[in-house]
């Protein structure tokens, strides 16, 4: 009697590969709500107990210590603990600006705009970045070196106290980040950001600078109110 061999198909590379970027994607995801409503609780509690911002120095020492940690031990289980630390850090630093901004005559408003638009231009970017064909890849240098520009910019505007050049430099961070989010999510999709946690830290980061610029505009369009 002929016997025939067993024949066992094996996925495809490109299926593999897929499989792989939704798996990043989904954890991703679960990863970003959460510390995004870790950080809200942690910005909440700074507004309610009225805690001071913790300082130019320590914030800069504090946020790129943890990310150095975090990119040390991003195939570690402790790099969440680091990405909870980072997020729930940068919830206390956004205390006093939301304390500021609610002491406007339209702050209450200025911080729901901004929070909706936040979540508005995130939704949309993400669905965009998810199923859009276009190759995205070549805004990534751009997008940091812009970013780097407008940190310098943000520094003299705070050192020189220039309320214009502050407010030119949330505009243009508003947008930067924005663009941000695309390459991010799409660098996802399409396998170049493998590590659930430092995607997770990058587009966190992110909203977070669209929200604050936001909240920074709307702010100082309620105080003409």
């Known amino acids: 009697m002929q016997t025939h061999p067993t024949v066992v198909a094996l996925p495809q590379g490109g299926a593999l590969a897929r ?7 989904r954890n991703t995801y679960a990863l970003l709500a959460m510390t995004l409503l870790f950080s809200a609780a942690v910005a909440t509690a700074a507004v309610a107990f009225q805690l001071p911002s913790p300082g130019l120095i320590l914030t800069l020492v504090a946020y790129f210590g943890l990310l150095f940690g975090i990119h040390k031990l991003k195939n570690r289980g402790a790099a969440v603990g680091l990405v909870f630390a980072l997020t729930g850090f940068m919830g206390w630093t956004l205390g006093p600006l939301l304390t500021r901004t609610l002491a406007l005559p339209a702050g209450g408003q200025a911080v729901v705009l901004a929070l909706g638009a936040t979540g508005a231009v995130f939704l949309a970017l993400s669905a965009y970045a998810t199923t859009t064909k276009r190759d995205l ?6 997008l940091f070196a812009g970013m780097i520009v407008a940190l310098l910019a943000g520094l003299a505007a705070v050192f020189f106290q220039i309320p214009a050049l502050a407010l030119t430099v949330s505009a243009v961070v508003a947008l930067l980040s924005a663009g941000l989010i695309l390459y991010e999510t799409q660098q996802i999709v399409n396998g170049g950001e493998t590590n659930y946690v430092l995607a997770t830290v990058s587009l966190f980061v992110s909203i977070f600078n669209l929200f604050t610029s936001l909240l920074q505009l709307f702010g100082f369009m309620g105080s003409d109110d």
């Open 137 to 142: 890849s070549w805004m990534g240098g751009l």
């Open 19 to 25: 499989g792989t970027a939704h798996r990043v994607l």
